[in-house]
């Protein structure tokens, strides 16, 4: 669907302008049905961001500061993230040995496990969503790559 069917509007007088909306738009698209792929498993796209960063990281802990600066969403609150993993029993928390201040976050096996249980889904909802063949979609990645310089 072209944007300006989907936004109910006739026409963009400047190509940029379009852009930007254009980008906005399907940001809100893809996050509003990842959000419909992980309420079935109690998580949100932010907390699932979290999961991914800490099996990278797994079985190393890191820090709650290391998580906030490799979120995709930088407006959002890894403290809070983390806490809610940890009641559902997905992430712990520890001390930090060499700084008290600092808490180490590392993923449990249940977390382990639902990541293992979404990767599936999300690769089919990955591809469903993106819609384009393998060239479509390396020229995308080279131009939003280029777009943020």
Do not use: W
Request: proline residues 4%.
């Amino acid at each position: 669907m072209k944007l300006e069917e989907a936004i109910q509007q006739k026409a963009f007088n400047d190509p940029y302008n379009k852009a930007v909306v254009n980008i906005l738009y399907t940001h809100s698209y893809v996050v509003t049905r990842q959000n419909r792929l992980f309420k079935p498993h109690d998580i949100s796209p932010e907390q699932y961001n979290v999961l991914r960063i800490l099996r990278g990281q797994h079985p190393s802990p890191i820090t709650v500061s290391s998580i906030q600066d490799r979120m995709l969403n930088k407006m959002s609150n890894a403290s809070r993230l983390v806490e809610k993993l940890k009641q559902k029993e997905l992430v712990e928390r520890k001390e930090c040995p060499s700084d008290r201040r600092q808490v180490d976050v590392s993923i449990t096996d249940k977390g382990l496990e639902l990541l293992a249980i979404l990767e599936e889904e999300i690769n089919r909802f990955n591809h469903r969503i993106i819609g384009l063949d393998q060239k479509e979609v390396e020229q995308l990645n080279e131009l939003l790559d280029k777009l943020r310089g």
